[in-house]
Nanobody
């Protein structure tokens, strides 16, 4: 069974920074693709960023230049460094993962709240 456990959410003022972490576990989970989605109230869940095991990254246009996704393969952990946060970044952030890009996202974390005050 695959488990994704997020941490690092919270309340921050506009312009501030937060770092999210997601630890993956599961005996047969290769975690070849990991990423972060977010969902604001009343809106759909959208991709924020993704990263392959080899380090290839993809970002939503709205976060390019402000957010950085990274991973530590030895720890099966993916990170999202969020800088220059804006009130519109307020959402529940979900960690996501899959063994293959074709079926990403397949697994989900429980979500962590990020609130940016103006």
């Amino acid at each position: 069974q695959v488990q994704l456990v997020e941490s690092g959410g919270g309340l921050v003022q506009a312009g501030g920074s937060l770092r999210l972490s997601c630890a993956a576990s599961g005996s047969n989970f290769s975690a070849n693709v990991m990423g972060w989605y977010r969902q604001a109230p009343g809106k759909q869940r959208d991709l924020v960023a993704s990263i392959t095991r080899g380090g290839i990254t993809r970002y939503a246009d709205s976060v390019k230049g402000r957010f950085t996704i990274s991973r530590d393969n030895a720890k099966s952990t993916v990170y999202l460094q969020m800088n220059s946060l804006k009130p519109e970044d307020t959402a529940v952030y979900y960690c996501a993962g899959a063994d293959y890009f074709a079926n990403f996202p397949r697994y989900w974390g429980q979500g962590t709240q990020v609130t940016v005050s103006s």
